[in-house]
C-alpha cells in the first residue's frame, strides 16, 4: 500500500501550477514548483501541506481579497483544483486570511466542497469564535452536505492531524446545538461526523452524554441510534456504567465464561484466533450482553497496555451455550509499535472482565 504522504507529492504540485496559473497568468508556477519540490520526498504528509503552503503563498498576491480571488477561481468548475491538493490551500487561507475571517470563510465554504476545510477553519473558531459559530449555524442547513460536515468536523474539540481547540475542550457547549441540528441529517456522512464529535466530547466530558442519551435515545430512528452508539464507543469500552445502562447492557454477567486462543506464541504478521464460550446462569433471566476484549500490548518499559477492540452483542437464555470466534490479525501498523514477549487478553462483558488468558509474541 502506497503511503499516505504520496497523495501530497509531484502530482499535487502539478495540478496546484497548473490551477493556480489558469486563475491568474501572472502566478509564478516555474519558481513555486521548484520550492514546493524540494525536500518534499522527505516530508510526512502534514508537514507536505505546510511546506506546499510555503512556497503557494511566498508567489499569491499579498492582498487577502486579491489572493481568495484567485483560490476562489482555481477551484471553480468541474475541472478545478480539488482532492487533496486542496490541503496546503486550506493553510494558506488560514494563515493569511485570519484578519480577514469574513472573506475568508467565503474560501473556506467552496474549498470544503472539493476536499475539507476542516483543518483549515480552526484557527478561525479559535480567534473569531462569535463570527464562526453564527456562519456554521447558517451552513447546518447548506445544500451540500460537504458544508454540513463541516459544520461538526470543524469544531471536533479533538480532531486527529487538527489544531486542538481548547476552549471547546474545556466547554463544548457552543457545538451542542450545531450538532443537535445535525444529528438525523439525511447524509451517513455528516452524521458519522456527529457521532465522532460527540466522542470527543465524551472524553472530557463523560456526563455530557450521558445527559445527550438520554434526551436522544428515547424513540430515536435507527440512524440516530447507530449514531448515538458510535458517539458511546469510548465510554463503552470504559465500561461506563450509565453508558452501558443506557444502551440496555448495564446488568452483571451472570454465568460462566472462557476465553481461549490460538496459537499460544505467535510472531508478528500473524493471526490469533480467539475464542469464547459463555454458559449463561439457569437462575437468571434472559442477559443482554456486549463483549468486548482488550489486548494488553507489551510497552518497551515492559508494562502491559490495554487496547479495547469491538467484540460482540448477544441476549442469551438462562443456560444456553453460546461459542464465539474472532481471527485478530498482529500485523505492523503505523499507529503502535509491537515487544516481544508475554502479552495479555481480557474479556469483556458488559464493561466487566470476566476471563483473561496470555499469549506470546515473538519478533520476525
Known sequence: M???????????VEAIGRQLQRAWPAFDRPGFEAQALAGLDALPLKARAEHLADALQARLPARFDDCAAVLDTAMAGDDGLRGWALWPVGSVVS???LDHPERALRTLHRLTQGFTAEWAI??????HPELVFGTL???ASDPNEHVRRLVSEGTRPRLPWGERLQP?????SPSLPLL????DDASEYVR???????NDIAKDHPARLVDWLRQHLPGASEHRRVLLRHASRSLIKQGHPEVLDLWGVGAAWAGQARLDVAPHTLSLGGSLA?????????EAGPQRLLLDYAMHFRKADGRLAPKVFKGWQRELQPGERCVLTRQHPIKPISTRRYYAGEQGLVLLINGQAEAQTRFTLQMP
Not at 502506497?2 to 499535487?12: F, I, T
Not at 480552526?122 to 480567534?127: C, D, G, Q, S, Y
Not at 458519522?192 to 460527540?198: D, G, Q
Open 2 to 12: 502506497e503511503p499516505l504522504k504520496h497523495l501530497l507529492g509531484a502530482e499535487a
Open 168 to 172: 471547546l475542550v474545556q466547554d463544548p
Open 192 to 198: 458519522r461526523s456527529v457521532a465522532n464529535h460527540l
Open 122 to 127: 480552526r484557527p478561525f473558531v479559535l480567534r
Open 137 to 139: 449555524a447558517r451552513w
Open 180 to 183: 443537535r441540528t445535525l444529528q
Open 274 to 282: 480467539i475464542t469464547v464460550t459463555l454458559v449463561a446462569s439457569r
Open 95 to 97: 494563515r493569511h486570511g
